[in-house]
């Protein structure tokens, strides 16, 4: 089992940037795919960023391209998401996610969630 956990949500101001944190426990995650999801109120949870094993192929939504970035550090058993020029329809949930695969396929549904960490943008 892995256990993931989120950080580095808060309120920023439109134009700001913010970076959460996903670190991974109970197993290593160098073999995974990983990735980051976001929901908003009253919206279904939608794909933000995919990683692969090594980080060397990553996916956008369209939302995110050119401004965020997935990345991940395997010897620290975390993955990163750094969200640039913020908009106030970014505010939603956070949750990071792992495939069991180390490439990411749309196909799939994520074996594994975390709690979420809340990124609310003010206009």
């Known amino acids: 089992q892995v256990q993931l956990v989120e950080s580095g949500g808060g309120l920023v101001q439109a134009g700001g940037s913010l970076r959460l944190s996903c670190a991974a426990s109970g197993r290593t995650i160098s073999s995974y795919a990983m990735g980051w999801f976001r929901q908003a109120p009253g919206k279904e949870r939608e794909f933000v960023a995919a990683?692969?094993?090594?980080?060397?192929?990553?996916y956008y939504a369209d939302s995110a391209k050119g401004r965020f970035t997935i990345s991940r550090d395997n010897a620290r058993n975390t993955v990163y998401l750094q969200m640039n020029s913020l908009k106030p329809e970014d505010t939603a949930v956070y949750y990071c996610?792992?495939?069991?695969?180390?490439?990411?396929?749309?196909?799939?549904?994520?074996?594994?969630w975390g709690q979420g960490t809340q990124v609310t943008v003010s206009s």
């Open positions: 990683i692969n094993w090594s980080g060397s192929r990553k």
């Open positions: 996610a792992a495939w069991e695969s180390r490439e990411y396929s749309s196909s799939n549904y994520p074996h594994y």
